[in-house]
Nanobody
Framework: QLQLVESGGGLVQPGGSLRLSCAAS????????IGWLRQAPGKEREVISC????????FYVDSVKGRFTISRDNANNTVYLQMNSLKPEDTAVYYC?????????????WGQGTQVTVSS
C-alpha cells in the first residue's frame, strides 16, 4: 500500500518556526517529486513548495519564498518543510503529495494533512 503521513503541525506564535515531515510507506520516495500543499478555510488548496527527485530541484511560491525550505532525506524516506518567520496567513492544513520525478500542479498520492495554526 502507498501511504504518505504528515506530522509536525501545531500551534505556533507569529514569527515562530515549525518543521513538517512527510514520511512514506509502501514505496520509496527516491524517484518521486514531493510537493507541499496547503488549504486554508474557505480557500482552494494551493501548492506552496515542491522538490523533485534527484538532484532535488526546488520550487516555492512567492508567499513562502525565503521563509520555507523543503528538503529530502531519502535514507529515511522522508521529506521536510522547514517553516520560519510564520505569519497568521500561513494557518492552514498542510498536505504532502507525490508524483513521479518532476514537480507539477497535479499529484498522484496524498497524505491526510496536518494542521498548522499561527496565532498569538
Amino acid at each position: 500500500q502507498l501511504q504518505l503521513v504528515e506530522s509536525g503541525g501545531g500551534l505556533v506564535q507569529p514569527g515562530g518556526s515549525l518543521r513538517l515531515s512527510c514520511a512514506a510507506s509502501g514505496f520509496t520516495l527516491d524517484p518521486y517529486a514531493i510537493g507541499w500543499l496547503r488549504q486554508a478555510p474557505g480557500k482552494e488548496r494551493e501548492v506552496i513548495s515542491c522538490i523533485s527527485s534527484s538532484p532535488g530541484i526546488t520550487f516555492y511560491v512567492d508567499s513562502v519564498k525565503g521563509r520555507f525550505t523543503i528538503s529530502r532525506d531519502n535514507a529515511n524516506n522522508t521529506v521536510y518543510l522547514q517553516m520560519n518567520s510564520l505569519k497568521p496567513e500561513d494557518t492552514a492544513v498542510y498536505y504532502c503529495a507525490a508524483r513521479f520525478t518532476s514537480c507539477s500542479p497535479t499529484y498522484d498520492y496524498w497524505g491526510q494533512g496536518t494542521q498548522v495554526t499561527v496565532s498569538s
